[in-house]
Structure formats: structure tokens, C-alpha cells
């Protein structure tokens, strides 16, 4: 025996859905989480591909430490 779902049960169903999708989403990430580690560690130290590059191009040494 298949019967349809009365409106309330529908209702509390789809409730029941949205709330398990609350529960179970993935956190967002914070503004923090925008930048890879590389980068961020790179904007610490305030290293910059762009003075190294003229670094090398002007004679500098190849690595820049």
C-alpha cells in the first residue's frame, strides 16, 4: 500500500531535509583560507617575484635568498 504524504508530512520532510543539509554543509571557508601557504608565507617575508627577476636581469646572483 503507497499513499502520498499528507501536506504536513510533506512539509515536515522537507524540513527534515533542509535541516540535515544545515548540519551536515561543509564549513565556509574564512577570508583567511583564500590564500595557499606559498603565498601567504611569501607575503610575510615580503618576497616578490617581481625584484627578484630584476635582480637577476640587472646581474644579480640566480638565487635570491
Known amino acids: 500500500m503507497e499513499r502520498s504524504p499528507n ?3 510533506a512539509a515536515a520532510i ?7 543539509q544545515a548540519e551536515t554543509a561543509p ?5 583567511g583560507d583564500a590564500l595557499s601557504p606559498w603565498q601567504r ?3 610575510s617575508e615580503g618576497v616578490g617575484a617581481k625584484g627578484v627577476l630584476q635582480k637577476h636581469l640587472e646581474g644579480g646572483s640566480q ?3
Open 63 to 65: 638565487w635570491q635568498s
Open 7 to 9: 501536506p504536513d508530512e
Open 27 to 31: 564549513a565556509q571557508a574564512s577570508a
Open 14 to 20: 522537507g524540513a527534515a531535509i533542509s535541516r540535515f
Open 41 to 43: 608565507a611569501a607575503l
